[in-house]
């Protein structure tokens, strides 16, 4: 049993190491075996292969007091299963793709508003919505500005600031 323990406990060391060195093993096989097993041979499959084949191994040892050999083919049994649906998971989370993150050209014709007034060629501070979350930005203006006042960004000057003129209504 204590065999089965120890490779339950290295399939959760070897998790925890592709955690730390993400893709190093399908770097290590890239160019032997391109795409022939498209991600089988990723270290968080092989964990979950190892992890639960030992498990797998020992509780059927402790529970049914069965033979080592009933204990790896059931641990094996179990480990296939694991490695597919770990190998499933991470092709699943692979192809779910973000939106691209905003820039600061993006922030050029949106409107805000005034947090501290502008003064004239002075800076101050808008509130904006960049990629649906507030941010506050410095803000120049070439006219005074009011808090409270709603703005229109016209430039962005750097990554933490812009050029804005009020609405006009």
Do not use: C, N
């Amino acid at each position: 049993m204590t065999f089965f323990l120890g490779l339950g406990m290295a399939g959760i060391v070897l998790l925890a190491l592709s955690l730390i060195f993400d893709g190093v093993l399908e770097g290590l096989f890239d160019g032997m075996v391109d795409g022939l097993f498209d991600g089988l041979l990723s270290l968080p499959v092989i964990a979950g292969f190892v992890s639960m084949l030992g498990f797998g191994g020992a509780i059927v040892l402790g529970a049914t007091g069965a033979g080592t050999l009933v204990a790896t083919v059931v641990g094996v049994a179990a480990g296939l299963v694991a490695g597919w649906l770990t190998w499933k998971l991470s092709s699943a989370l692979m192809r779910d793709r973000t939106h691209a993150t905003p820039r600061d050209s993006d922030l050029v014709g949106t409107s805000g508003s005034v947090v501290t007034a502008i003064p004239a060629e002075g800076y101050g501070e808008v509130l904006l919505r960049l990629g649906g979350q507030p941010v506050k930005y410095a803000a120049k203006s070439a006219t005074p500005v009011a808090r409270g006042t709603e703005i229109w960004v016209e430039e962005a000057l750097s990554t933490t600031s812009v050029a804005v003129r009020p609405v006009e209504r």
